[in-house]
């Protein structure tokens, strides 16, 4: 079943070199469909021809190592998610070689109703060294290694990254339905403690939106974007903007990157669920207080902390030093043991 699409379309960029995507659409930390990036590579090439040529290309690197790939079946209509009551997923994982999964894909095409085969994030340098170098990144440098996404038409649920990604669609075409970061109290997220595939995902339906139950998300649709990719596209994903992806062919293979620029000392995510313990159930004056703390220590709404201090006394409202960082570590270990 295909999504909807909103209104609003990511804008399109052709030509974009390494320099272009540095200087103008890196910066703007807003999707962007780069309209044949890829079309050149040898892999998009061989997914023109067949998609046993494509195959045939990917099992020129594959080394026999073990991957993951998980299946899903008809029933659930190649949606990977939680099952009914959320004790778990509706799709089992199993390992495999790359070649394996490969044949077992190309031997689905013809079912009427197949179940939903996918290996997802499929590291190049572990299970196809070698494909890096024969299709390079034009925009990224080769220790932004790329991750394979193979399988037929599925549908991997809204979640976000805490990375900048560039997704290359190598075959078949890709449906992207995005949501900025700002539409997150929208979203219904799902548990940060039991996720289907690692990121928290949102609990609404894109395809089917139950707006009785989720009646924010129509806050969210307004603020959403579409990408349609086709084999040789590529979309650049901001860090933490919310995606849907669906693949709308029966055999389907797309290359992506993350990186990213920051060089974070501890981890966001982890720093948030410490101050939900800390900070969410206090009472709301209390809470006020500390929306002000944050907003002068963490997030700078004015000068920035510690300006008004010699540099060698500023301690945490500075620049954080490995030696910093470690004693910041020592400090919250110790608070958490508690």
Not at 82 to 90: C, H, R
Not at 164 to 190: E, H, K, M, S
Not at 236 to 264: K, T
Request: charged share 20%.
């Amino acid at each position: 079943m295909s999504s909807p699409v909103p209104d609003r379309r990511t804008p399109e960029f052709r030509n974009v070199t390494a320099e272009t995507f540095r200087t103008d659409i890196l910066p703007a930390a807003r999707p962007a469909i780069l309209r044949g990036l890829v079309a050149d590579w040898p892999a998009v090439q061989a997914g023109l021809k067949s998609p046993e040529a494509l195959a045939d290309h990917i099992r020129g690197f594959d080394t026999g190592a073990p991957v993951r790939f998980a299946e899903a079946p008809p029933e659930v209509d190649g949606r990977f998610f939680y099952n009914d009551g959320m004790t778990g997923v509706n799709f089992t994982q199993s390992e495999s070689t790359v070649g394996a999964v490969l044949d077992r894909l190309l031997a689905l095409r013809d079912q009427d109703a197949p179940p939903a085969v996918a290996m997802q994030s499929v590291p190049e340098p572990q299970a196809l060294p070698g494909f890096a170098r024969a299709n390079p990144s034009p925009l990224l440098g080769e220790d932004v290694f790329p991750r394979l996404w193979i399988g037929n038409a599925a549908t991997v649920h809204t979640h976000h990254d805490m990375n900048d990604n560039i997704a290359c669609a190598v075959a078949g075409r890709r449906r992207f339905i995005l949501f900025p970061p700002d539409q997150t109290r929208n979203l219904y997220i799902g548990p940060f403690e039991r996720t289907p595939a690692g990121p928290p995902v949102s609990m609404v339906s894109v395809v089917e939106p139950d707006y009785e139950r989720h009646p924010r998300f129509a806050d969210a649709w307004a603020a959403a974007e579409s990408a349609d990719l086709a084999p040789g596209d590529a979309l650049f994903i901001p860090y933490m903007w919310w995606h849907h992806v669906q693949s709308l062919d029966r055999f389907s293979v797309l290359v992506n990157y993350w990186w990213n620029e920051a060089q974070m000392q501890a981890g966001p995510l982890e720093a948030m669920i410490h101050a939900m313990l800390g900070i969410r159930d206090l009472p709301p004056s209390q809470r006020e207080t500390w929306r002000a703390m944050f907003d002068a220590f963490v997030f700078e709404a004015d000068d920035p902390p510690g300006a008004h201090l010699p540099e060698d006394k500023r301690g945490v409202q500075g620049r954080l030093t490995p030696a910093a960082v470690a004693q910041v570590r020592q400090i919250l270990a110790r608070t958490l043991a508690n």
